[in-house]
């Protein structure tokens, strides 16, 4: 199994509360970015190549063969 956690930039999330109806998850006094204001490339960006760090460990192999994966 692979997990991936993929994370907003803090600055969309400024934008995203000033969207009306949106629930606001921020709290700050200065607000320098409006609803219309353009929102920052965030997350995975570009192609993503997973790479395995180490082999996997012989009973993990024999398991993941037995199962079909």
Do not use: C, H
């Not at 949106?22 to 965030?42: C, H, V």
């Amino acid at each position: 199994m692979i997990e991936i956690e993929v994370v907003n930039a803090w600055v969309n999330r400024l934008i995203g509360d000033q969207q009306p109806g949106a629930t606001q998850y921020t709290l700050a006094d200065f607000k320098p970015y409006r609803a219309n204001s353009l929102l920052q490339a965030s997350g995975l960006i570009g192609p993503v190549t997973v790479v395995r760090e180490r082999p996997l460990a012989p009973e993990t192999r024999e398991a993941r063969n037995a199962q079909g994966d």
